[in-house]
């Protein structure tokens, strides 16, 4: 048969036509089945497997159309027809209508997804009555006075979040912008805030001035403005008459419920210099550092000293002394600090047991110097119920439950807390963490590059990038994205585990070999996870049990970490996570996510 011949067969059998018809019957399904995943929680492979399935049935369709007919009596074998029966024109005219129905309703939801889907969340994402508080401007003349036009503007966060209905924006995002060139329509767009509080603090002599104005964010219209003027010894008085005019201008109510408390940044004795020192003392912990934690104990010290009564400067020296033993000390200092972070938490609590900070104190000292989980959880949870809109209380909470093996509801809490502070860029770390246990890597993927322009030169972020890829089975594309980590442990540890998976095993054992020589008894816990990627099981546990001995706090994750994925079956799996407190393997929700089928595989030599 010639090739002319060939194709005009095929052309009377109607086969290109119905392979027209089902490639665009595909395409409706791959588009319908992407916009469901996300809504029903599946995990991403789920589209790719139906378009791999659809690509491999293809040329059996293509068979089936050239032997069989469509006729009025069913199907027909192509041989059982007589001459002339075929109805060619007819079919081919109704095989147009359906391929032209077909397409018609993949450009649809296409469409739908580019289009209408995304500008639907972003109007979703826009509460009519959401605002940031931007810093205010330090106008007294003094830069040391910074810490004091800071501190007014996270009272009126604080004052703000806890009106019913009302979206306030987080420190963390909105201090952003301070200084910012971006007009309103861009920071609002960024923040998600339909409202943008701007101003100014002046503490000059006796008396402070604030000055305040409410933006449309959208048009960049003025919807209110106005100065307050009082004697610095009235502060309190100033700082509730502008929360008051900024709520009445935006009509929203104080929260009401039985479990919410009045929570409040200002000492119970009313003292000034009290107040004064506890802002500087959140003015240094904002700052991160070693040397910066200390400076805030001493001033939170001060606070506590000057009003013994005031919980909330008790409970923010608690967590201080917890953040830095976790994060700089080991050893006997580290107890120190934690000996001191007991003291303060149990003393704030005691003052005033619905103080959700106190709370959260208490909960951080489980979690970094018990390993208590339960513990924690439960006084997050109270945390949560005091205070209903805190984004990190929300945080705190989301840990613990990825901790216990609930990944998905750790995923379901880090989005609420990031609708009211978007710009965290930790938050968008962890999230892309939760949804890697979930194998929901399109999603996870999207997480950490996000956190990663928020903040490019971030510790740890493209080791989890690296881990992702991992995952996925790409060992290219992982030791690039290890190497992109700043250099330091992380980046040897990024680089330890995504040679594992490639095809140079002297370099896989040589970069082991840098952890387990440098490292052992920082990174125990990252040492058991190379081993776990190596399939060597007995050196993952004896790891773990290092890791257990130093209370590396990376046993958090180890119902959800996805290179422990092959162990979670095996009795000594499910005997270490007894030992370390933490719920049998066979109840986390990751331990019956299915794997992406190339996984986690070594690439052979």
């Known amino acids: ?70 006729t009025p009596e069913g199907l027909k074998l192509e041989h059982e027809l007589a001459p002339g029966e075929s109805a060619v024109y007819p079919k081919g005219r109704k095989l147009d209508f359906w ?79 301070r200084d910012s060139k971006e007009d309103s329509k861009t920071i609002g767009a960024k923040l998600g805030v339909a409202t943008l509080l701007e101003g100014s603090v002046r503490h000059a002599g006796d008396m402070v001035r604030i000055s305040a104005t409410l933006i449309n964010a959208a048009s960049g219209r003025t919807l ?24 009445s201008a935006l009509k929203a109510k104080l929260l009401a419920g039985d479990n919410a408390a009045a929570q409040t940044d200002r000492p119970p004795s009313g003292n000034l210099d009290a107040y004064n020192a506890y802002l500087q003392g959140n003015f240094f912990v904002a700052l991160g550092t070693e040397a910066d934690f200390g400076k805030a104990i001493d001033q939170y010290s001060i ?82 119920e005091l205070a209903p809109t805190d984004g990190a209380t929300r945080i705190m909470l989301a840990n613990l439950r990825a901790t216990l093996g609930q990944p998905a509801e750790a995923v379901d809490l880090i989005r609420k807390a990031l609708a009211t502070d978007p710009l965290r860029a930790g938050w968008y770390w962890g999230l892309s963490g939760n949804l890697t246990a979930l194998n929901r890597l399109d999603e996870a993927d999207q997480a950490i590059r996000r956190a990663i322009e928020l903040q490019p030169k971030a510790v740890s972020y493209n080791l989890q990038l690296a881990t992702i890829e991992i995952v996925r ?90 290179f422990f994925k092959r162990y979670r079956d095996t009795p000594r799996f499910a005997a270490f996570c007894k030992k370390v407190g933490l719920p049998p393997p066979a109840r986390s929700v990751a331990a019956h996510v299915p794997a992406s089928p190339q996984a986690l595989t070594r690439q052979a030599p």
Do not use: C
Request: aromatic share 10%; glycine share 6%.
């Open 1 to 70: 048969m010639s090739v002319g011949s060939f194709l005009a067969e095929l052309r009377r059998r109607n086969v290109l036509r119905t392979g027209v018809l089902y490639l665009g019957g595909l395409w409706a399904l791959a588009q319908g089945i992407a916009q469901l995943v996300p809504v029903f929680g599946a995990p991403d492979w789920v589209t790719r497997w139906v378009i791999i399935a659809g690509v491999i049935g293809f040329p059996f369709w293509l068979l089936f159309a050239w032997f069989f007919e469509l």
């Open 99 to 177: 391929i032209i129905g077909v397409l018609a309703l993949a450009v649809v939801l296409l469409l739908t997804n580019q289009f209408v889907a995304r500008r639907d969340a972003t109007n979703a994402a826009i509460p009519e009555k959401s605002i940031a508080v931007l810093p205010l401007t330090n106008e007294s003349g003094n830069k040391d006075e910074q810490y004091f036009s800071d501190g007014l503007s996270e009272d009126l966060i604080t004052e703000l979040a806890q009106f019913e209905g009302l979206t306030v924006i987080g420190r963390s995002s909105a201090f952003q912008f």
């Open 224 to 247: 209110w403005s106005q100065r307050f003027d009082r004697p610095y010894k009235d502060l309190f008085v100033l700082q509730d008459e502008v929360t008051k005019a900024v709520a």
């Open 303 to 384: 606070a506590t000293r000057l009003d013994p009564k005031y919980a909330l400067a008790w409970a923010l020296s608690s967590l201080a002394w917890s953040n830095e033993a976790a994060g700089f000390l080991e050893g006997t200092a580290a107890e120190q600090a934690y000996a001191q972070a007991h003291s303060a938490a149990e003393t704030a609590l005691t003052l005033a047991p619905d103080l959700a900070r106190a709370h959260v104190a208490k909960g951080r000292l489980l979690l970094n110097r018990d390993f208590d989980w339960a513990g924690a959880e439960a006084e997050a949870r109270r945390a949560l």
């Open 473 to 562: 089975g790409n060992a290219q594309a992982a030791l690039a994205a290890a190497q992109q980590e700043p250099p330091g442990v992380w980046q040897d540890e990024a680089v330890a585990l995504a040679r594992q998976i490639g095809t140079d095993r002297p370099a896989a054992d040589a970069s082991l070999k840098v952890l387990t020589d440098k490292y052992a008894t920082l990174v125990a816990y990252q040492i058991a996870e190379v081993y776990a990627l190596r399939d060597d099981a007995d050196h993952v546990f004896e790891w773990l049990d290092r890791a257990w001995a130093s209370r590396d706090t990376g046993i958090r994750n180890l119902l959800i970490d996805p």
